[in-house]
Protein backbone atom coordinates (compact mmCIF):
# COMPACT_ATOMS: atom_id res chain seq x y z
CA UNK A 1 0.00 0.00 0.00
CA UNK A 2 2.92 2.18 0.85
CA UNK A 3 4.43 1.89 -2.59
CA UNK A 4 0.80 2.27 -4.20
CA UNK A 5 0.77 5.82 -2.52
CA UNK A 6 4.15 6.55 -3.16
CA UNK A 7 3.67 6.03 -7.21
CA UNK A 8 0.34 7.94 -6.70
CA UNK A 9 2.24 11.52 -5.23
CA UNK A 10 4.67 10.86 -7.88
CA UNK A 11 2.44 11.19 -10.49
CA UNK A 12 0.90 13.46 -8.40
CA UNK A 13 4.11 15.44 -8.46
CA UNK A 14 4.52 15.09 -11.69
CA UNK A 15 1.07 16.99 -13.08
CA UNK A 16 2.05 19.89 -11.14
CA UNK A 17 5.32 19.88 -12.76
CA UNK A 18 3.45 19.77 -16.10
CA UNK A 19 1.13 22.17 -15.31
CA UNK A 20 3.62 24.02 -13.72
CA UNK A 21 5.27 24.17 -16.59
CA UNK A 22 2.34 25.27 -19.10
CA UNK A 23 1.30 27.96 -17.17
CA UNK A 24 4.87 29.57 -17.26
CA UNK A 25 4.47 28.98 -21.16
CA UNK A 26 1.66 30.72 -21.44
CA UNK A 27 2.37 33.38 -19.00
CA UNK A 28 5.80 34.05 -21.11
CA UNK A 29 3.30 34.39 -24.28
CA UNK A 30 1.55 36.40 -23.22
CA UNK A 31 5.02 38.63 -21.67
CA UNK A 32 6.33 38.39 -25.11
CA UNK A 33 2.98 39.93 -26.75
CA UNK A 34 2.39 42.66 -24.50
CA UNK A 35 5.95 43.58 -25.00
CA UNK A 36 5.71 43.43 -28.69
CA UNK A 37 2.25 45.44 -28.72
CA UNK A 38 4.34 48.55 -26.44
CA UNK A 39 6.83 48.15 -28.71
CA UNK A 40 4.64 48.64 -31.53
CA UNK A 41 2.94 51.21 -29.66
CA UNK A 42 5.84 53.28 -29.06
CA UNK A 43 6.46 53.10 -32.78
CA UNK A 44 3.65 53.91 -34.11
CA UNK A 45 3.55 56.51 -31.82
CA UNK A 46 6.57 58.26 -32.93
CA UNK A 47 5.70 57.78 -36.39
CA UNK A 48 2.60 59.65 -35.90
CA UNK A 49 4.20 62.47 -33.92
CA UNK A 50 6.35 63.23 -36.79
CA UNK A 51 3.46 62.73 -39.14
CA UNK A 52 1.24 65.17 -37.79
CA UNK A 53 4.13 67.81 -36.96
CA UNK A 54 4.82 67.57 -41.01
CA UNK A 55 1.11 68.16 -41.61
CA UNK A 56 1.43 70.85 -39.43
CA UNK A 57 3.95 72.80 -40.92
CA UNK A 58 2.38 72.26 -44.42
CA UNK A 59 -0.79 73.72 -43.02
CA UNK A 60 0.89 76.41 -41.49
CA UNK A 61 2.17 77.61 -45.09
CA UNK A 62 -1.28 77.00 -46.67
CA UNK A 63 -2.82 79.54 -43.72
CA UNK A 64 -0.30 81.67 -44.46
CA UNK A 65 -0.89 81.87 -48.44
CA UNK A 66 -4.53 81.91 -47.88
CA UNK A 67 -4.18 84.99 -45.38
CA UNK A 68 -1.96 86.41 -48.07
CA UNK A 69 -4.93 85.67 -51.06
CA UNK A 70 -7.51 86.87 -48.70
CA UNK A 71 -5.39 90.32 -48.27
CA UNK A 72 -4.79 90.52 -52.23
CA UNK A 73 -8.87 90.25 -52.76
CA UNK A 74 -9.70 92.65 -50.04
CA UNK A 75 -7.53 95.05 -51.85
CA UNK A 76 -8.81 94.33 -55.23
CA UNK A 77 -12.44 95.06 -54.06
CA UNK A 78 -11.38 98.07 -52.28
CA UNK A 79 -9.97 99.32 -55.59
CA UNK A 80 -12.00 97.97 -58.75
CA UNK A 81 -10.32 100.91 -60.62
CA UNK A 82 -7.16 98.94 -60.82
CA UNK A 83 -8.55 96.50 -62.65
CA UNK A 84 -10.54 98.55 -65.38
CA UNK A 85 -8.85 99.05 -68.74
Known amino acids: MARAGGITNA ?3 GIAVQ ?20 DFLVQFE ?6 LASLNE ?9 EQLEVQVANASANPSLFAT
Request: proline letters at 0%; glycine letters at 0%; zero cysteines.
Open 11 to 13: VNV
Open 19 to 38: ADWENREFISHISLNVRRLF
Open 46 to 51: ATTKSK
Open 58 to 66: KLDVLERRL
